[in-house]
């Protein structure tokens, strides 16, 4: 794939664009790499505050219950506005369709892992829950930042005008 002429990406579907609309597009692009990396960041720190809680024998409730507030309040509710916008605009797309379906499928292991950090468990359980939920978004990101998101690009899809309808999407990051 190459870089058309007039400022769009050309290959499969030659779709082309205006200047402005690839700008548009690449800060939504941005917004959402910026916003998966700000998820991650918090993930890894709290996995990383309870496995030092663990190893110390320290209270991990406050740390576990920070993390599970932060899954309820951010990452869950950015998986679900990504279902609502991104993989339905992806799903469009019949090459894309085995990724999404992947997608999904991690977001309902995340959203079950998550339900998990609730239960009884020993500090050491609960330091590898959270350390699993941290590589799990890791790599679903991954994914969504190298293969969802060039997938839309090339299918035409309005990335800035999916995150302006979902405003969480990108978190405090401005897309637009």
Known sequence: MAYGQVGGWRGAGEVTVTPDKTARAARAVEALLARHAE?????????????????????????RNLLRAFLAD?????????????????????????????LISEHRDLASRAATLGEPAQ???????AAAISALFASHAAKE?????????????????????????????CAA
């Open 123 to 129: 500090p050491a359980a609960i330091a590898a829950q």
């Open 39 to 63: 998820l991650q960041g918090v993930l890894e720190h709290w996995a990383g505050v309870l496995a030092a809680t663990a190893v110390s024998s320290g209270p991990v409730r406050p740390a």
């Open 74 to 102: 951010e990452v869950l509710p950015h998986a679900r506005a990504e279902e609502r916008t991104l993989y339905r605009a992806a799903r469009r797309d019949p090459g894309a369709s085995l990724l999404v379906q992947a």
């Open 145 to 173: 930042d190298s293969l969802l998101l060039p997938a839309l690009e090339r299918s035409g899809a309005d990335l800035a005008a999916l995150l302006a309808r979902e405003p969480g999407l990108a978190g405090n990051q």
